[in-house]
């Protein structure tokens, strides 16, 4: 049998498997502070971000783009602390929020979060705790010792309160890693250094101690060993015995001899200590004794981050590999490891009481056995309680110290036994029985009562019982721990605590009788009696029947707390309530009508009887509410014409629920009845629902009653929210009817629906004494013509003045135009118009005045204003069109006036005179109009002369457009004449920008001859030169040379440059040539002629460097290397070095480019110039030349020279080169190209490149030199990310056995990793299958699982392949792998011990199928085993499908007692084959799941006598009597019919069942059924079948019983009577005197003073109580 570790090992991810970089994976960069997220610093290209993993999540890492130092997450939050340079932050990462930032002044060396809501962190000088709640500033705790000076801080603890802090660091010293930690007390503010490497606090409670220990534990690894300490810290609690100090050697393997502790943590349900290594060792140690229970290496590399693993108690961390490992104590096997392989059982024992583990259960037993054979009782009472799982915890166990006799004088032991279980906690049900009944005989309650509120004693419904005699109170207490339901309702109820019933009912979904309990409440007091029915409806579903509740008030006659219960009760208004809601409603209308109306009026109901309750409301006076529930029409019509009875305001409001049809009839109704009266309530009912009613109707209906002064104040309610021109119309009507003028007034004014010519017409018709509505109405709807008329034709001419004076004085010109067509005289018309003083239009005026031709009229009146010193540009314009007509001088009003608008003056001048128009456009610059009409009338020299002053780059731009038909006239006439009138330069330069604009380059240079050469003002003009020869660059090219040698002052370089790009090559030639420009001249003369002869000949008379280096450029252009050599050594010139090292390069022209270097080298000292110079000496293979160059000093980039030998196979120069620099890599691979390996090897060894190694090892294998080869990879396996490639090489090769050599040689090594035991495993599968099974055995732990799975799949390596799945913990592909390999892969014990712990249910099955075809003797075993995982009604359907129930019977007999239906009936089926009738009823009585009818039915027929005896036997158990009784009568089983007649408790069945034994003349069966049925029968039915059977002799024992039973109840009553007449007299006879003394006394006190409160003397001093309220239960009920 396999060996049970004592610890659970466990890695839970690959941290490089999620993506993060090995090189990322460090003390520095990756941070864990708690087992639920791991924090890793990492940067991708030159992007810095944190990686978050959520260890509940692993899968989907968070990545942010954060720069930080350090980033360490909160423990349990989503919460991220960063640090970068002195700045700290902390950031909620799912709100995406800063929660708060601090700068430190020093720079912080560690930090970590010491609890949820603190980070600590440590600086060079102190120790500081930085809070999260509110704006707090980091604390100060202490400073740093100076034993910590120099040191790198690893870890910060603190024990839980915070009063002890601990700050552990490392330094390195005498080649050795020395630990040093500072130990600091809060509270006494004193620090002591201690030499150690890591520390943990833990609470720990020492037996027999009532408070927790805090202890102190560490490690240290000094010169002399390694020492774990436990101590405690502080002074020690009251009353604690102090925790002895533990000092124990920690062991470190020979070969792990630089080994340190790093990491410690210490579990607080376990209380073991954790210890890990720097080399991956675990230790565990128990906290209490500094044991060491367990030791292993458990990962190859450093562990450099741990925390607390909350789940399993234990430790988890992450070692350089990017391995998260957890370790735990394995509950169920380290009991029986320190028992078995520790051989120490004390400790065992210790363990397993301290910690409730199992494991330890036969030494508990032993233990307490030998103590009790001893007579040790108080021991072995402790070993009893103290036993794990509570294992001594029996009945037995009670009952041996029970028959323990007591010694005199001291305690019995069985008391001894239940102290001590008291101590130690809460006993168990049968100790809590035992220990309370001798308690409660002695009458010790207290105790009791002490016990259950210290949670000592475990409730049940037996002590219950035990303790209800003696109080009640405490047995509610212990049953409502115990939970049982129908005990607690009852002890309320015996108890008066009504109110909790309900409460506790609905808390254990309990349904007691409610109404019964309801009835018992009402007893006492009836308010209590209302709240408690309320409790029972306030759920959706009421817990009783709402009428059976109303009854038990009415009953009483408490209809005040009936209407309570009941508007509570129907608060949610539901369809079915109706018959309730008609019963509240009636009883209240009835009795308090008040009442019903407030109800009524909350609208709480909906569904009861309306027709009903309208004509009770009727009947009580509540006309509204009568109203509310009316339907007919003639009741609405009865009851509405009552205004003054109903509220105005409900009757609006009423009228809303009406149809049309019958609003209008009851209008007319109310109308009808009395207008006076009615006339507002109609008016306010028309006006809420005109729009419902329509407006005609309601028009019509006040107008059929002539009513228009109703039917004024309708439509005013509505007139200003009406759209209609009809409600309009009819408002002015009435309103001219009733007198209200200024109504009429206000709606013409302000309306804006009324039809306007309607109205104008009525208003004219109506003669009104006012008519400024007419005036009004024609003002505004332009009507002003017909209104002069009609005014002027009714003498009603003031009403005109008013209207242009007040009404609008803006009228005035349609008013003029209307008098001047009715003939009114000039006079007037000018004292109107002189008369209003309002704003009008002048314009207006002026063209109603000009359409008539009478302008002159407005002459005086124009002249006046203008006088008066108007500016107004209408009065100016008038002017000016009179003048022009008049022909009054206009030329000089039109060049002088600043006020009228030329746009409009000028347009009237157009067709009058042209010049005019001219003048005005010019004045106001209106440039479009003035072309158009110098176009029109030919005036191009006006239009010249105002383009050259206007300077307007658009206007010339629209002007010299090609689509302009006048553009030559109109350029003549600018050449000719408007050019040569100007001096302004400015004039010129716009011009010129113009014709440029446009495109019009002969026109140009016409116009710059013109300017430029006839000898102007601008004939030295720079500008107008260059312009001149670039517009004949791009006009007239033959006209350039020409204008190059004439002219002297212009930009040369640039008109060079222009004429360069357009391709005028020679002119350029010629400018460069004539301002002395030699070396842009050779330019042209080289890029653009091309002619480098000419160019050679041109520098050899200038002889300029410059010039010879344009030369050598242009040369080494063409690819004549040596001529450019030659030219760039005359030109001094070494800057071009880069081109021609390029194209000598490209010519191996390595000699020329020598001398070029070598003349380069002296003038700059460029590295470039030198690195090519040691390139070009190899290449000419001058090594001597090179080796003197490279010994002296230089800027060469030997390196790259020495790369670049090596691309061009040049290896001897490469050689030395390498050699120069010490480069051993490249040096080691040329030696490899000359073959010189065993040299390649020692350079490989002093580079110490895997690279190297690499390439040289692959040379090696090449050249079959395989122990060189195994040398270089030896240093190549011990790194993963290369293994793969090697691996690879060596197999492509052949070269199996030199690999598996190789890796073999390998796993001896110190940095031996999972990779090289990995491919050494697929290596074995391939090629050596053999030694497969024992390197897995051996190395299982340190390969790849995974990928060794896949080679052993395809290797078809069965055995191993299981072996592997089994440590992987894929458990189901193992059994699946055992099924189908059955031969190489399956073991029983195995395939046991795997198939419980699949996940994936189907494979249980699938087990079955296996072992069914496989090893069906095996399948029981397999069965039982799978028991508690099993879908059993799966299973048993299986089998009966598969036919083979009968194999597996011993399964179901285990399983029966689930009670399961598929396996009862599957047995019950068995049964029946087998005719064991015996075993079916057991089985039937025992496990009731099953079908009883079909049963009872299948086996009805069945020709055994017993199994139908069975079937009505199931049929009496399903309450079928009639049935079980008729099929024992078949059968003749007298007795089963009698007993289950009996048993149904009907009468009929039992009388029927007598008359068939009559009718079988089996008296005898008669007899007996009489004494068995004796309670169901009925006497004067036996006798009269007696009698007619002459068989009185057997139904007279029968007879002479019931004759017994009913005398004797006959003297019962005689005497229950005489007792109560007795007692009647007595009371009258006491009670009269009471009446006469203390009846003052009877009403003060009523019923508690000791009369009952039904007595017939309490009746006349109980008050007479209105309905409203007052209930007087207490005294009359």
Request: net charge negative; aromatic share 10%; glycine share 4%.
């Amino acid at each position: 049998m396999a060996q049970q570790f004592p610890i659970r090992f466990q890695e839970h991810i690959q941290l490089t498997s999620l993506g993060i970089q090995e090189a990322n994976i460090g003390f520095s960069t990756l941070t864990m502070e708690s087992d639920k997220y791991i924090c890793i610093r990492e940067k991708v290209g030159d992007q810095a971000q944190v990686v978050i993993i959520d260890m509940s999540d692993p899968n989907n890492p968070i990545r942010r783009p954060i720069t930080a130092d350090s980033a360490i997450m909160n423990p349990a939050s989503k919460v991220i602390a960063l640090k970068a340079g002195k700045t700290l932050q902390i950031f909620n990462i799912e709100m995406k929020s800063k929660m708060k930032a601090h700068t430190m002044v020093d720079e912080v060396q560690f930090w970590k979060w010491i609890n949820l809501n603190t980070v600590a962190m440590a600086t060079d000088n102190s120790v500081y705790h930085w809070p999260m709640e509110g704006d707090s500033q980091p604390i100060k705790m202490f400073d740093r010792h100076s034993s910590l000076q120099g040191c790198q801080i690893i870890n910060y603890r603190t024990d839980a309160p915070q009063k002890w802090l601990l700050l552990v660091g490392i330094s390195a010293q005498q080649n050795r890693v020395v630990g040093a930690m500072q130990l600091y007390s809060v509270e006494r503010k004193v620090s002591q250094p201690i030499e150690g490497h890591t520390a943990a606090f833990a609470q720990f409670k020492m037996e027999g101690n009532a408070q927790e220990s805090t202890l102190f534990c560490f490690a240290v690894r000094s010169a002399t060993g390694g020492k774990l300490h436990i101590i405690e810290v502080g002074s020690p609690p009251t009353g604690n015995t102090p925790f002895t100090k533990k000092a124990v050697d920690v062991f470190f393997p020979p070969e792990a001899q630089n080994d340190f502790p790093v990491a410690m943590q210490v579990s607080s349900k376990h209380d073991v200590i954790f210890l890990i290594t720097k080399y991956g060792y675990i230790h565990l140690y128990d906290l209490e004794t500094a044991t060491c229970i367990y030791m292993n290496r458990i990962s190859g590399d450093t562990i450099f981050v741990t925390a607390p693993h909350e789940a399993s108690n234990g430790i988890i961390g992450v070692n350089r590999k990017g391995q998260v490992l957890s370790v735990s104590v394995e509950e169920n096997n380290i009991v029986p490891y320190i028992t078995n392989v520790l051989q120490n059982p004390d400790l065992a024992l210790r363990i397993a009481v301290r910690n409730n583990l199992a494991g330890a259960e036969e030494l508990f037993v032993r233990k307490f056995n030998t103590l009790f054979g001893q007579g040790s009782y108080a021991e072995a009472a402790k070993v009893a309680a103290s036993a794990p799982k509570g294992i001594l915890r029996t009945p037995q166990t009670i009952q041996k110290f029970q028959q323990v006799p007591t010694q005199a004088g001291q305690t019995s032991p069985q008391l001894q036994y239940f102290g001590i279980l008291l101590d130690q906690g809460q006993l168990n049900k049968y100790e809590s029985l035992e220990l309370c009944r001798p308690v409660l005989q002695q009458g010790k309650k207290q105790l009791l009562e002490k016990w259950l509120k210290e949670d000592k004693l475990e409730c049940s419904e037996e002590l219950g019982d035990l303790v209800k005699p003696v109080d009640p109170t405490l047995a509610l207490s212990v049953y409502l721990r115990a939970n049982v339901p129908i005990k607690v309702i009852q002890c309320f109820a015996e108890t008066g605590q009504f109110n909790k019933i309900i409460l506790y009912a609905r808390k254990v979904a309990y349904v007691p009788d409610y109404v019964l309990l309801l009835r018992s409440v009402m007893r006492g007091s009836a308010e209590q009696g209302l709240q408690f029915a309320q409790m029972l409806v306030t759920d959706e579903e009421p817990m009783a029947d709402i009428q059976q509740v109303v009854d038990v008030f009415m009953e009483s006659n408490l209809i005040q707390q009936c209407t309570s219960f009941l508007l509570d009760a129907l608060k949610n208004n539901r369809p079915a309530e109706g018959a309730l809601q008609t019963r509240l409603l009636e009883m209240n209308l009835m009795s308090a009508p008040q009442v019903a109306d407030a109800i009524l009026g909350n609208q709480m109901f909906t569904h009861y009887d309306r027709a009903h309750v309208a004509q009770l409301c009727e009947k009580a006076g509540l006309l509204q509410r009568a109203l509310e529930h009316y339907t007919d029409l003639y009741d609405i019509k009865r009851a509405v014409v009552h205004t003054h009875l109903l509220n105005p305001e409900w009757l609006v409001n009423y009228f809303g629920s009406l149809s049309v049809e019958d609003s209008i009839e009851c209008l007319k109704a109310m109308l009808q009845a009395n207008i006076r009266q009615n006339l507002q309530v109609c008016v306010q009912i028309a006006t809420k629902y005109h729009e419902q009613l329509t407006m005609q109707s309601l028009i019509d209906l006040f107008e059929c009653f002539k009513s228009y002064e109703g039917l004024f104040y309708f439509l005013g309610s509505v007139v200003n929210f009406s759209q209609d021109a009809e409600v309009h119309f009819k408002y002015i009507q009435a309103a001219c009817k009733t007198g209200q003028i200024k109504e009429v007034e206000r709606i013409c004014r302000e309306s804006n629906c009324y039809d306007p010519e309607r109205v104008k017409n009525f208003l004219k018709e109506a003669k009104l004494t006012d008519q400024l509505p007419l005036i009004i109405v024609c003002d505004r709807f332009d009507f002003v013509h017909d209104l002069v008329l009609y005014l002027y034709r009714n003498n009603l001419q003031k009403y005109i003045e008013i209207y242009v004076q007040k009404v609008n004085p803006s009228r005035l010109p349609v008013v003029v135009g209307g008098l001047l067509d009715v003939d009114c005289s000039e006079d007037t018309i000018k004292q109107l118009i002189l008369a209003v003083k309002g704003q009008f239009s002048i314009d207006e005026l002026v063209e109603e005045v000009e359409k008539r031709n009478r302008m002159k009229l407005l002459l005086p009146w124009l002249e006046s204003k203008v006088h008066a010193g108007s500016t107004e540009v209408p009065t100016h314009n008038a002017l000016a069109k009179i003048y022009i007509d008049m022909n009054n001088n206009p030329e000089r009003f039109l060049r002088e006036n600043a006020f009228y608008d030329s746009a409009t003056v000028g347009k009237y001048c157009e067709k009058r005179d042209p010049h005019l128009a001219c003048v005005a456009y010019e004045r106001g610059h209106c440039d479009l109009e003035l072309i158009k009409v110098c176009n029109e009338n030919s005036l191009f020299k006006s239009e010249a002369r105002y383009l050259v002053k206007r300077r307007d780059p658009e206007l010339w731009a629209s002007v010299l457009m090609e689509d302009n038909p006048y553009r030559r006239q109109l350029i003549d006439q600018v050449v000719q004449t408007a050019l040569s009138e100007t001096q302004d330069p400015e004039d010129i330069s716009i011009t010129v920008k113009a014709f440029m604009t446009a495109d019009l380059p002969n026109e140009l240079i016409e116009l710059l001859e013109k300017i430029v050469l006839d000898n102007s003002a601008f004939s030295e003009h720079r500008n107008l030169q260059n312009l001149l020869i670039l517009t004949a660059i791009k006009a007239d090219r033959s006209r350039v040379m020409e204008y190059i040698n004439r002219l002297d002052n212009y930009d040369a370089p640039d008109i060079a440059n222009i004429a360069i790009s357009s391709e005028l090559y020679e002119e350029a030639f010629a400018i460069y040539r004539k301002f002395d420009v030699n070396a842009s001249a050779c330019q042209v003369l080289i890029e653009h002629i091309g002619n480098l002869d000419r160019a050679y000949e041109f520098a050899e008379r200038c002889n300029e460097p410059a010039v010879w280096s344009q030369l050598a450029g242009a040369q080494l252009q063409n690819d004549l290397v040596k001529e450019a050599v030659d030219a760039y050594i005359k030109a001094d010139d070494p800057s071009a070095f880069l081109e021609v090292v390029s194209v000598a390069k490209k010519h191996d022209n390595w000699e020329d480019l020598v001398r070029y270097l070598q003349m380069a080298r002296k003038k700059a000292r460029e590295s470039f110039i030198e690195t090519e110079l040691v390139y070009a000496y190899a290449k000419t293979n001058r090594l001597a030349d090179l080796e003197e160059f490279i010994s002296g000093p230089n800027h060469a980039q030997i390196q790259q020279v020495g790369d670049r030998c090596y691309d061009d196979k040049m290896y001897d120069a490469a050689k030395l080169l390498y050699n120069n620099v010490s480069n051993f890599a490249r040096l080691a691979i040329t030696l490899v190209q000359l073959g010189q390996y065993q040299g390649a090897v020692d350079s490989a060894r002093k580079a110490n490149s895997t690279r190297t190694w690499k390439e040289v090892c692959f040379a090696c294998v090449g050249h079959a030199e395989f122990r060189l080869a195994q040398m270089c990879g030896l240093h190549i396996v011990v790194h993963a990310d290369e293994l793969e490639e090697l691996d690879d090489f060596y197999q492509e090769r052949g070269y199996f056995e030199e690999l598996i050599q190789l890796l073999e040689a390998a796993l001896g090594l110190e940095r031996a990793h999972m990779g090289m035991f990995t491919e050494l495993s697929i290596l074995y599968s391939k090629y050596k299958p053999q030694k497969m099974k024992e390197h897995l055995e051996l190395f299982w732990s340190r390969v790849n699982i995974p990928k060794v799975l896949r080679a052993a799949e395809q290797a078809h390596l069965w055995a191993e392949l299981v072996f592997l799945y089994d440590k992987y913990e894929e458990f189901d592909n193992a059994c699946l792998t055992m099924m189908a390999h059955p031969t190489d892969a399956w073991r029983e014990s195995h395939f046991k011990d795997i198939i419980t712990k699949v996940a994936n249910i189907e494979l249980y099955y699938k087990a079955l199928s296996f072992y069914a075809d496989y090893k069906p003797m095996l399948l029981n075993d397999l069965l039982l085993s799978l028991t508690p995982r099993l879908d059993h009604t799966r299973t048993v359907a299986y089998f009966k499908k598969m036919n083979h129930l009968p194999v597996v019977k011993p399964y179901l007999r285990s399983v029966q007692s689930l009670n399961n239906k598929s396996i009862n009936e599957a047995l019950n089926g068995m049964l029946i084959q087998e005719e064991d009738y015996n075993g079916l009823r057991t089985s039937i009585n025992a496990f009731d799941n099953f079908d009883n009818i079909a049963l009872a039915q299948s086996l009805e027929k069945h020709e055994l006598i017993e199994f139908r005896r069975i079937s009505a036997y199931l049929y009496k158990g399903n309450n079928r009597w009639k049935l079980a009784v008729e099929l024992c009568k078949k059968d003749r089983l007298f007795k089963d019919a009698m007993e289950y007649a009996a048993e149904s408790r009907d009468v009929d069945i039992a009388e029927a069942l007598i008359a068939w034994f009559l009718e079988e003349r089996n008296y005898e069966c008669f007899a007996a059924c009489l004494f068995q049925c004796y309670d169901l029968l009925r006497p004067d039915i036996i006798l009269e079948l007696a009698w007619k059977n002459k068989i009185m002799d057997f139904a007279m024992p029968y007879m002479i019983q019931v004759m017994r039973e009913y005398i004797s109840k006959v003297d019962k009553l005689q005497e229950a009577e005489a007792v109560r007449s007795h007692e009647e007299t007595t009371s009258q006879e006491q009670a009269q005197p009471l009446v006469l003394d203390q009846g003052v006394l009877m009403l003060t006190a009523g019923p508690a003073m000791g009369m009952p409160a039904s007595s017939t003397y309490s009746a006349p001093y109980a008050p007479q109580a209105p309905y409203s309220g007052y209930n007087a239960g207490g005294y009359g009920m």
